[in-house]
Protein backbone atom coordinates (compact mmCIF):
# COMPACT_ATOMS: atom_id res chain seq x y z
CA UNK A 1 0.00 0.00 0.00
CA UNK A 2 1.67 3.40 -0.82
CA UNK A 3 1.06 6.31 1.58
CA UNK A 4 2.45 9.73 2.89
CA UNK A 5 3.58 11.13 5.63
CA UNK A 6 1.75 14.16 7.45
CA UNK A 7 3.56 16.56 9.22
CA UNK A 8 2.08 15.52 12.40
CA UNK A 9 3.38 12.16 11.62
CA UNK A 10 7.22 12.86 10.35
CA UNK A 11 7.73 14.71 13.90
CA UNK A 12 6.51 11.91 15.69
CA UNK A 13 8.27 9.18 13.99
CA UNK A 14 11.39 10.70 14.43
CA UNK A 15 10.83 11.83 18.21
CA UNK A 16 9.91 8.32 18.99
CA UNK A 17 12.55 6.68 16.84
CA UNK A 18 10.32 4.48 14.22
CA UNK A 19 11.65 3.22 11.08
CA UNK A 20 9.66 3.98 7.99
CA UNK A 21 9.90 0.20 7.45
CA UNK A 22 7.76 -0.99 10.32
CA UNK A 23 5.10 1.43 9.50
CA UNK A 24 4.90 0.06 6.08
CA UNK A 25 5.22 -3.78 7.98
CA UNK A 26 2.02 -2.83 9.89
CA UNK A 27 0.55 -0.97 7.35
CA UNK A 28 1.15 -3.97 4.27
CA UNK A 29 0.65 -7.12 6.86
CA UNK A 30 -0.91 -6.05 10.26
CA UNK A 31 -1.37 -8.57 12.96
CA UNK A 32 -4.40 -6.50 13.70
CA UNK A 33 -7.16 -3.86 12.71
CA UNK A 34 -8.95 -1.63 14.01
CA UNK A 35 -11.78 1.02 13.15
CA UNK A 36 -11.38 4.47 15.19
CA UNK A 37 -14.15 5.47 17.52
CA UNK A 38 -14.31 8.73 16.87
CA UNK A 39 -13.30 9.47 13.10
CA UNK A 40 -14.81 6.83 10.65
CA UNK A 41 -12.04 7.67 7.99
CA UNK A 42 -9.45 6.73 10.21
CA UNK A 43 -8.17 3.03 10.89
CA UNK A 44 -5.28 1.48 13.39
CA UNK A 45 -3.21 -0.80 12.17
CA UNK A 46 -1.13 -3.28 14.96
CA UNK A 47 1.99 -4.92 14.48
CA UNK A 48 4.44 -6.10 16.55
CA UNK A 49 7.88 -5.08 16.21
CA UNK A 50 10.76 -8.08 16.64
CA UNK A 51 13.80 -5.58 16.86
CA UNK A 52 11.82 -3.50 19.53
CA UNK A 53 11.11 -6.79 21.83
CA UNK A 54 7.50 -7.30 19.79
CA UNK A 55 6.36 -4.40 21.17
CA UNK A 56 3.00 -3.44 19.70
CA UNK A 57 3.38 -0.70 17.20
CA UNK A 58 -0.01 1.08 16.66
CA UNK A 59 0.08 2.74 13.38
CA UNK A 60 -3.24 5.59 12.39
CA UNK A 61 -3.85 6.38 9.05
CA UNK A 62 -6.58 7.85 7.22
CA UNK A 63 -7.96 5.11 4.38
CA UNK A 64 -10.22 7.47 2.34
CA UNK A 65 -7.70 9.32 1.09
CA UNK A 66 -5.33 8.95 -1.72
CA UNK A 67 -2.77 7.58 -1.38
CA UNK A 68 -3.41 6.48 2.23
CA UNK A 69 -2.54 9.58 4.48
CA UNK A 70 -0.19 8.17 7.97
CA UNK A 71 -1.69 10.23 10.77
CA UNK A 72 0.54 8.60 13.93
CA UNK A 73 2.11 5.76 15.46
CA UNK A 74 3.49 4.88 18.88
CA UNK A 75 4.00 1.88 20.69
CA UNK A 76 1.76 0.56 23.14
Known amino acids: MEFRLSDHAQKRIQ ?12 IDNPDQ ?3 DTEDSTLAHALKAIPEK ?9 NETTEPVTFVTAYFE
Open 15 to 26: QRRIKPEWIKVA
Open 33 to 35: LEN
Open 53 to 61: GFKKLRVIY
